[in-house]
């Protein structure tokens, strides 16, 4: 069974740290990996894709990695800010290359000022 | 595009309850998928539609959960009858694969409460 797991499930940091947040996953025939951003009461909002053939992408602030080989992917945030607070949802392709997504159970993140 | 679109954004109703949600994907693309999300499980696929089609419909909880997709530009997700454990976000997403990968766009959810 495919599974995904977020560590820690959630975090508190003062405005300006660098921080990572962790995603694991079972089954290395991965095509995709998406971070996305869940604001309180809002919809998904997709942050990274990470193909099957990369190891990184990078937005802005943002840069999130993909290790195949030991499943697991990083988003790293640079000088973190108070609007960055939400939560983070890291997802896994769940069926061949479609959309179909296995979500983690997100880490919430609250940067202090 | 407007992106996916959802109806209604909120919906509140009474146990035993028929509860219809909609979804309008993105212009072209051929997967539609619904999702549920609730604090205990977290975020859970529902069902998928390729072309229109049923795909996976493993993760309907019940019966009592239906969906269709009558053409490439509308879906429908029914409950009937509505239980108050059924309350949750319920998230609709459409994607076009291409031969490099996948991006899956979501609506903005409805939010359901069956009191």
């Known amino acids: 069974k495919q599974e995904v797991t977020q560590i820690p499930a959630a975090l508190s940091v003062p405005e300006g740290e660098n921080l990572v947040l962790n995603c694991s996953f079972t089954d290395s025939a991965i095509y995709n990996l998406q971070w996305f951003r869940q604001d309180p009461g809002k919809g998904l909002t997709s942050l990274l894709l990470?193909?099957?053939?990369?190891r990184e992408q990078t937005s802005g602030r943002l840069n999130a990695s993909l290790d195949k080989s030991s499943g697991r992917s990083t988003l790293y945030i640079a000088a973190s800010q108070p609007g960055d607070s939400a939560t983070y949802l890291c997802a896994r392709d769940g069926s061949g290359n479609t959309g179909k997504l296995i979500f983690g159970q997100g880490t919430t993140l609250q940067v202090k000022p | 595009d407007a992106g996916v679109i959802q109806s209604p954004r909120h919906e509140v109703t009474e146990m035993g309850q028929e509860v219809t949600l909609r979804c309008k994907p993105i212009s072209g693309h051929d997967y539609l998928f619904w999702y549920r999300q609730t604090m205990m499980r977290g975020l859970e696929l529902l069902i998928y539609f390729n072309n229109n089609v049923p795909i996976d419909d493993s993760g309907m909880p019940e019966d009592r959960f239906s969906a269709k997709m009558p053409n490439a530009s509308f879906s429908t997700l029914k409950i009937q009858p509505s239980e108050p454990r059924d309350s949750a976000v319920y998230f609709c997403a459409s994607s076009f694969p291409t031969n490099m990968s996948t991006e899956a766009f979501f609506g903005q959810g409805t939010r359901l409460t069956v009191v």
């Open positions: 990470i193909q099957s053939s990369q």
